[in-house]
């Protein structure tokens, strides 16, 4: 069935059950707000960054002197190339940028095939809506990439950070620990009014989007065989149905719909040692604006959270 | 008589068992989403594009057997069965060997529990039942015409110990998921179940077309829009939990017209 208007979905749902609309919001709890920018790099000196974000303006931000970035590894942002698609943690009202990760991406997904001896390359089947990509594991990343996923053959889980550099995808970090064999589902519980886990992020939404990819959906709702399935023990809801995530790690909090089916995060069971270890499960896959402006660290991967709908 | 009675014994519980096994893993084909064959043996042995056929090809296989036993005296079947047990035993072996996460999947989605001695323990024992009636007389259905109920008791006893699903039953029956986290009924048994209700036939005469333009499902409801004739939503939200789901309805007017609902629940 198509979406005519899932947006309206909330309005319609809140009218009928009798409770109060609510709308998409950030917000820290303490600490000020934090502002994900993206965007082609113009130009760029040490102190200052133009960039041409995805609808066609520009934006110059203030380099702050103690922000850092990544591009493959750390790099002072001075010395980031023309051209590369940045994501950008930005403080004071979005003005000051202090983090840059410049053409970074994240290969999720089950092993097809793995060729090659030094230099590896790995096949990957992303799901019913995201096909299939083919990364390549540098000599120099293979070996932290494969003591973090015990089972390294294909029909086991990948989840890697990397890069883009001229059209190829590079898998450099593991994003977290794969378990050497699959975990049985968590015993049923009762229905908890808040539900603990790890977030992640994905780089399948388009730039400026903000949003969750959730994997408890209606097979049938979603048009995704494969969703409906979760280590977490989460409950069933809508593509846009609102989602209150709350990152542990760094108290902030925000409410963001569902805009996709996350059936590849429904088949982890792994957890965020961000802060603490976190239950079991992936709870959702967040675009990466709101990853950041959730407090996140696209490198690390994961953080720690807690969720509530409504 | 009294020997072949002991052989001819265990025929019922075969043909039963088979039959079980059948059912079992076509409902699990059916409902099986890729994950839940992912888990399941033999199916994990095989690549992934012929999962569905290999559970398939058993599951004809068994129901095969399963008819032989139960209308012919025919020595082919009798083997046959002997020979699938054997096989049987020798791929559980196999899976635990080789992939000791997965279940045994003898009796579908049921069977999810990683294969333990126990289910090696149960192919044994159906090898050495079927290689028992291998020379009972007549056919299957006169051992269930006259079964000697000792003899089967015990090989129910020795089968239901030897079954960790009967346990895996148990649990799920005693923790059951709450209606949040259950897969809902189908779309359209619930839309079934909204049209018998009274919120229903008190709007059906508003709505410009019988169908829903979109329906969707959300923690323990499901809800259905339509537009009704002045161009407005009208709302259906179907609970999926009980037996007699409550039905709850609104109107909201268009967007532009913000002041929203004028809702009123109703029950069933």
Known sequence: MSHPSVEHRRVLAAAVLGREPAAPSTGAEDGEPLRAVTGEIRDISPHLIVVETPEGGEERLIIAPWATAWHGGDTPPGDLPVGARVTMRALRDGRVVERIWADTIRLTGTIVSIDGRKDITVKLDCGPHRGRRTAIIPYRASGRLRVRHPQFEPGYLFDAIGVRKDGVSLALLPATSQPSHPAPPPPYTGMQPNISGTITWSDIFDAEERGAAYPMVEPSDAACPDAGMSCAGLPYLAIGSLLHVRNVCASRSASMPIVACGCVAGRFCDRCVQCGTSPRGRIAELAPASFVELGGELIDGCFNAQIGWG | MGVTHVLASQLPVLIVLLSLGTVAKIAAIRSGSPGTLAQLGP?????????????????????????????????????????????????????????????????????????????????????????????????GWLAFAHPSWEYLLAGVVVLALLSPEIETLAERARYRAPCEQRRGPAESVTLTRLRSSEAWQAHEAHLSTAEPYDSWRELCWRFFAFRNHDEHDVVFAVSLAGRRPTVRVAVVGSEDSKPLPVYKPVSV
Do not use: K, N, Q
């Not at chain 2, 060997?97 to 149960?122: H, K």
């Open chain 2, 43 to 139: 199916a994990v042995l095989v690549p992934d594009r012929f999962r569905r056929a290999a559970l398939l090809c058993c599951a004809v296989a068994e129901a095969g057997l399963a008819a032989g036993l139960l209308v012919t005296a025919h020595p082919l079947f009798r083997w046959a069965t002997v020979a699938f047990c054997a096989m049987s035993t020798y791929i559980l072996l196999e899976l635990r060997r080789r992939r000791p996460d997965a279940g045994c999947g003898c009796f579908g989605e049921v069977s999810s529990a990683p294969v333990g001695w126990r289910s090696i323990g149960r192919t044994v024992v159906l090898t050495g039942m079927a290689g028992m009636s291998v020379w009972a007389e007549g056919p």
